[in-house]
C-alpha cells in the first residue's frame, strides 16, 4: 500500500501507483470518490522504483528497454493537494529514432461511505459514476481536467527528445472546513533536526506529522491514521498533541479548542454523548451524515475526558501560557463534573457501559475482546478499566495546578484530595501482589480482570504508582512475558487470550511502548528508559519506510530480523509518528514524562 494525503484529501494506492482493487482510491470527507485509477501506459513500460519524498507526493520512474540498452524513460510525479490530485508525465526518447507513444486513463467512481468501502456496511448498488447525490442533498463529484482524447493521449517524440502531459481530478466535496495549515518548511521548523540515527527517524515522523494535519476552524488537529482514521480522534489527537510538546504548541492549542467546542452538551445514548464528556470521533461520511450509523459525533471513550485535561495541564507545565486555561474553563470544569458522572456505582471509579450502538470496549484497547479474566472469559460491563484511573488521577493533579494558577486554593485542594482518594483505589482495587502488576480491570462484580497485560505502563506514565512499588512492577513489565525486544506486548504471552497477531492481545503497539518509556523517565528510570527509547528507534529503522508502524507482532524479537508486521496496520499513524518525538525530547532531557 502507498498512502498519499494533503488535509483532507488522501490516496490509497498499490505498489504500482494505481488504484485498481477495493479497498484502494482517492478519499476525501470519508467517502471514496474514486474506486479505479489506472494509467495505460505504452507497452513494454517496467517500473524501476517508486519513492515517496513527502507523503503528498509520489515519484516513479518506469523505462522500456531495446535489448540491453534503454529506449524510454518516463518520469512520473504524483502530488496531492485539499481536493485535488496532480499528475505530470515526462516522457524522454533514449533512442536515435523518433516514437510515437499512446497514453490512456482508466478513471472509475462509486462514492462509497469509508465504512461500506472498508467492508464494515454492506454498499448499495450503483452503477460506476464520478458524481453522486447523497440522501441529504450532498452532491460530490470527480472532475477530470483537461478530459483525455476518447483514444488517449499520442506523444510523439523526436530522436533524444522529451514530451509532457499532465492534468488534474478535482474532487469536490461541499463539506470543506474553512482554515489553512502550516506548510511543510514552516511545520519542521519548530522542531528540533535530531541527530546520529535518530535524524532520519525523526524527519520521517515530522512529515507524517505534517500530513496527518487536517484543517478544522479551531486550527490544525492530527488525523489518527492512514488510511481508515483521517478522521478527529479524541484519545489519539489528545495523546499525539502531548507527544509533541513543547514544541508543537499549535497543535495542542487546535486539539484543545475543537475538542472543547464540541464538548458534550446533552445525553444521546445513540451517540453516547453525556454533558461534559470529550469526544472519541467526527465523521462526515453519508452514513454518519444520515444516522445510519453514530459516528457524525461519537463519544464512546472513557478516556478522552481526563486526557483532555492531562494535555491542557501538560501545556501549562511545559509552556507557562495561563490564557489558554482562562479561555478554556467552561471545558476543563466541564471535564471534571463529568469525571464525577462517570463513576456508575459510587465507589470512586470511572466505568463505561456501552449503549450497543457504537463500541463495545471504550479505553484504547477497543477491540470487542480486549477484555479478558485469567481464564479466557470476556469481562462483563461495566468496566473500570486500570489505565482510565491513572488517567483521572493525572486530569484531578492538573485541574488543581489550573486553580492554584488562578488564585483559587481551596477548589485546588479539593482537586489534590480527589485525587489522592483515587491514587489509593488504584492501590487497594488493582494491585495484583502475586503477579507483581495491575490488574487489566475490574469488571461488573468488581472482579479483577488477573493477566499481565501493557496497561500498567500508562500508570507509570500518569504518576498513579506509589515508589515502592514500582521495582516490582517495571521486573514485570521488562518480563519475558511481556517485553518483546520490541515493546511491550499488549497482553502477556502466558495468557489464555494471548495471540502475537491479534490486535490487542499479544501484539506490540509502539506508542503503548511509548508511554512505558515516559513513565520509566518520569519515575527517575532513566537507563531503563533509553532501553525502551532505542528498541523503538531500532523498530523504526528495521521498516523500509523508516516509520513506527501503528503495531507489529509480538512474537520475540530475533537478531537481524525485522519484527513480524501486522498485515493492516495503519502507516503512518498520529500517535506513533509522535512517540518518535517524544522519545526523542524524553532522550534528550527537554521533557521528564
Not at 525523526?202 to 478544522?216: F, G, I, M, N, S
Amino acid at each position: 500500500m502507498v498512502p498519499l494525503k494533503e488535509d483532507d484529501t488522501y490516496l490509497v494506492l498499490n505498489e504500482r501507483g494505481f488504484a485498481e482493487e477495493s479497498p484502494e482510491g482517492f478519499y476525501r470527507h470519508d467517502t471514496r470518490f474514486l474506486s479505479r485509477y489506472r494509467l495505460l501506459l505504452p507497452e513494454g513500460l517496467t517500473l524501476l522504483h517508486t519513492h515517496v519524498p513527502r507523503p503528498d507526493q509520489l515519484v516513479q520512474d518506469w523505462a522500456r528497454f531495446r535489448g540491453a540498452d534503454g529506449e524510454v524513460l518516463l518520469r512520473r510525479h504524483l502530488q496531492v493537494y485539499r481536493g485535488k490530485v496532480a499528475e505530470h508525465l515526462r516522457f524522454q526518447n533514449l533512442s536515435q529514432e523518433a516514437l510515437s507513444l499512446r497514453v490512456g486513463l482508466e478513471i472509475s467512481g462509486d462514492f462509497l461511505d469509508l465504512f461500506e468501502a472498508r467492508g464494515w456496511h454492506t454498499p448499495p448498488s450503483r452503477p460506476p459514476s464520478l458524481e453522486h447525490r447523497a440522501a441529504d442533498g450532498i452532491e460530490q463529484r470527480a472532475v477530470l481536467r483537461p478530459l483525455p482524447p476518447p483514444q488517449g493521449f499520442t506523444l510523439h517524440l523526436p530522436p533524444k527528445g522529451e514530451g509532457e502531459l499532465a492534468w488534474e481530478v478535482l474532487l469536490e466535496s461541499p463539506l470543506a472546513s474553512p482554515g489553512t495549515l502550516p506548510d511543510y518548511e514552516t511545520f519542521l521548523r519548530a522542531f528540533p533536526r535530531g541527530e546520529g540515527p535518530w535524524q532520519s527517524i525523526l524527519r520521517q515522523a515530522l512529515l507524517d506529522l505534517r500530513a496527518l494535519l487536517l484543517t478544522t476552524p479551531e486550527g490544525p488537529v492530527p488525523a489518527a491514521g492512514i488510511p481508515w482514521f483521517v478522521a478527529p480522534f479524541g484519545r489519539d489527537s489528545l495523546l499525539t498533541a502531548f507527544m509533541l510538546l513543547p514544541w508543537g504548541k499549535e497543535v495542542a492549542q487546535g486539539v484543545l479548542r475543537y475538542l472543547a467546542w464540541r464538548q458534550g452538551v446533552v445525553v444521546d445514548p445513540f451517540r453516547e454523548e453525556e454533558p461534559g464528556k470529550i469526544l472519541h470521533e467526527v465523521r462526515i461520511g453519508e452514513l454518519s451524515r444520515m444516522g445510519q450509523v453514530p459516528f457524525a459525533r461519537y463519544y464512546g471513550t472513557v478516556d478522552a475526558t481526563p486526557l483532555f485535561l492531562v494535555l491542557l495541564g501538560r501545556y501549562l507545565d511545559l509552556t507557562g501560557e495561563l490564557a489558554l486555561v482562562r479561555e478554556l474553563r467552561p471545558n476543563w470544569e466541564a471535564a471534571l463534573a463529568w469525571l464525577e458522572a462517570a463513576d456508575q456505582d459510587g465507589d470512586g471509579l470511572l466505568e463505561f457501559t456501552p449503549s450497543g450502538s457504537g463500541l463495545a470496549v471504550q479505553s484504547w484497547k477497543d477491540s470487542h475482546d480486549s477484555m479478558s479474566h485469567a481464564d479466557g472469559r470476556l469481562a462483563e460491563p461495566p468496566l473500570a478499566v486500570s489505565e482510565v484511573q491513572g488517567y483521572a488521577y493525572a486530569a484531578h493533579r492538573a485541574a488543581a495546578a489550573f486553580y492554584r494558577a488562578l488564585g483559587e486554593e481551596a477548589k485546588a485542594q479539593a482537586q489534590e484530595k480527589r485525587a489522592q482518594e483515587l491514587f489509593r483505589l488504584i492501590q487497594e482495587r488493582f494491585w495484583l501482589e502475586e503477579l507483581a502488576t495491575y490488574a487489566l480491570a475490574l469488571d461488573r462484580n468488581k472482579e479483577p480482570l488477573r493477566v499481565k497485560s501493557s496497561d500498567p505502563g500508562h500508570l507509570l506514565w500518569s504518576g498513579a504508582v506509589p515508589p515502592e512499588r514500582v521495582p516490582a512492577l517495571v521486573a514485570t513489565l521488562f518480563s519475558e512475558e511481556l517485553w518483546s525486544g520490541w515493546g511491550l506486548r499488549t497482553l502477556g504471552s502466558r495468557e489464555r487470550r494471548y495471540n502475537p497477531l491479534s490486535y490487542h492481545n499479544g501484539s506490540v503497539w509502539p506508542h503503548d511502548t511509548a508511554l512505558f518509556a515516559g513513565g520509566l523517565f518520569r519515575y527517575g528510570l532513566r537507563e531503563e528508559g533509553e532501553r525502551v527509547a532505542q528498541a523503538l528507534l531500532d523498530l523504526a529503522l528495521s521498516q523500509p519506510d523508516r516509520r513506527l508502524p501503528e503495531l507489529v507482532g509480538g512474537f520475540p524479537r530475533e537478531e537481524g530480523l525485522p519484527p513480524v508486521p501486522y498485515p493492516v496496520a495503519c502507516r503512518p499513524q498520529a500517535w506513533d509518528a509522535a512517540s518518535v518525538v517524544y522519545l526523542y525530547a524524553l532522550v534528550q532531557g527537554v521533557r521528564d514524562w
